[in-house]
């Protein structure tokens, strides 16, 4: 995991929640988790979306 043991993983954590503080600690961790959330979406999401409406394009199949 990028070569960081445990000192240095406990160190970042530290510096995370003077900066942060404790309470908006899970805040950022579910803002995180909807961004990742969305970026897989858009990833699997099909890239055109076919916004004609049904009774036209009915009427230009037939």
Do not use: H, W, Y
């Not at 929640?17 to 990742?36: D, Q, T």
């Not at 970026?39 to 979306?49: M, Q, S």
């Amino acid at each position: 995991m990028f070569g960081l043991g445990m000192q240095e993983i406990l160190l970042i954590l530290v510096v995370v929640m003077i900066v942060f503080g404790a309470k908006n600690l899970p805040e950022i961790g579910s803002g995180l988790g909807r961004a990742i959330k969305n970026f897989k979406k858009a990833t699997t999401e099909p890239e055109e979306i076919d916004v004609t409406p049904s009774s036209k394009k009915k009427d230009e199949d037939a």
